[in-house]
């Protein structure tokens, strides 16, 4: 198996990347969980010219895949920039409605995905089964909720929620969650609707750990900055051993993770997924711990940009499947 990113790819990833960097994403960040969507979506809207959403959708919904290992490079940087909203769920939205249209139910394909390929919708999704809460139902334009069989032998189906219940306060707060509220359009239901969930489930953890990936990434390049220009005794931080060693120590669980970030969205087999969330989860938070000391007290202010980064490592490292979940799963796979 390459895992090896293609030129192709690697051009994709370097104009994302240019991108972000000249759309100040922090201040976009901060406008966001302030309550102020317009930067953000100002940056939802290059993205979905750029064919991020594309990636996620068929051609014949205006898309160019589903291609799950260019969506995994494209949320690595999305991680790096911290951009705020909920892509992962818009993204995990639009496979969960190609399932559905591949396994016969194409109305709600044909109704939705246009609007999310172009980016002028936004989508958040719960899924049954991995949570009850949504993020950034309060910014999203579409509530999906995809609900079990029921005990009484009513099959799964697949409703447009009419809004959601309080905001509760994240461990970031650039993301907001809810529960959906009760009722609203039935969009699909049936067996075929619990199958098409698991595939947008399975999305979602990849890019959630493609994105903590980013984090952790970011994360490194930026105390790798700090601890160059920080002096102590009259010499660089960066200098002494000890702080060498916890950086290198991080570097290598980011760069163990990223095979198998890879390797999962090649074979998009449950089991590897797993791995590579857990795997880039605990990787990222082991980062922000790394970045946490060596910036010294000064990690600990909000008004450091550092703090967008931090405050992400834990959210994503638990979205989608917790660590102890996404173990259970590996080894499941494997038995």
Known sequence: MDLTPTSEQLGFVRSLDAMLTAADVPLAARAWAAGDRAPGRAVWSRLAEAGLFALAAPELYDGVGPLPVELALAFTELGRAAVPGP??????????????????????????????????ETATLTVAGHGTYALDADAADVLLVVEPEAADGGAARLRCA??????????????????????????????????????AAALARLLTAAQALGVGLALLDQTVAHVKQRTQFGVAVGSFQAVKHRLADTL?????????????????????????????GGAAYAAAGT????????????????????????????????PARCRAEVLAGRT
């Open 162 to 199: 009419p809004g959601h219940g309080p905001l509760r306060v994240s461990a970031d707060p650039v993301r907001r969650l809810a529960a959906p509220l009760a009722g609203g359009e039935i969009l699909a239901s049936g067996p075929h609707v619990a199958a098409a969930a698991d595939r």
């Open 87 to 120: 892509l992962v769920e818009t993204a995990g939205a639009a496979v969960l409605l190609t399932q559905l249209a591949e396994l016969g139910d194409a109305a709600p394909a044909k109704r939705l995905l246009p609007g999310l390929v172009a980016g002028d």
């Open 252 to 280: 290598i669980g980011l760069e163990f993770a990223r095979p198998l970030l890879h390797g999962a969205a090649l074979t998009l087999a449950p089991a590897d997924i797993c791995a590579a969330k857990v795997t880039a």
């Open 291 to 322: 970045a946490l000391q060596l910036h010294g007290a000064v990690g600990y202010t909000d008004e450091l940009d550092l703090a967008l980064w931090l405050r992400k490592a834990r959210p994503l490292r638990d979205a989608w499947g917790a």
